[in-house]
């Protein structure tokens, strides 16, 4: 089975938003930082934000402002809310886990298209 799941990706147009979900195993998202990260066609994977076990956000510099990382702890779900979307947005979407070891879960993927 999939332990880490994403939804809400889809076909938006440009300035348009979108929030993005990623549900976990209680196992796995407790305790643990949770990130997203993205990998355009032809582009090598990139982080675009995380956030600790504490609620402490981290962004990719070009995003700040226009992404923005949460996680609901009693809905073991991290989200990623994404405003001002612009067509080099366009991606697949990926939810990770980075527990203390240094083990990262990933999830499959939720693609998101910004076109007009």
């Known amino acids: 089975q999939v332990q880490l799941v994403e939804s809400g990706g889809g076909l938006v147009q440009p300035g348009g938003s979108l929030r993005l979900s990623c549900a976990a195993p209680?196992?796995?998202?407790?305790?643990?930082?949770m990130g997203w990260y993205r990998q355009a066609p032809g582009k090598q994977r990139e982080a675009v934000a995380s956030?600790?076990?504490?609620?402490?956000?981290n962004y990719a510099d070009s995003l700040k402002g226009r992404f923005t990382i949460s996680r609901d702890n009693a809905k073991n779900t991290v989200y990623l809310q994404m405003n001002s979307l612009k067509p080099e947005d366009t991606a697949v979407y990926y939810c990770?886990?980075?527990?203390?070891?240094?083990?990262?879960?990933w999830g499959q993927g939720t693609q998101v298209t910004v076109s007009s």
């Open positions: 956030i600790t076990s504490g609620g402490i956000t």
């Open positions: 990770n886990a980075r527990k203390s070891s240094g083990y990262v879960y």
């Open positions: 209680r196992s796995i998202f407790s305790g643990n930082a």
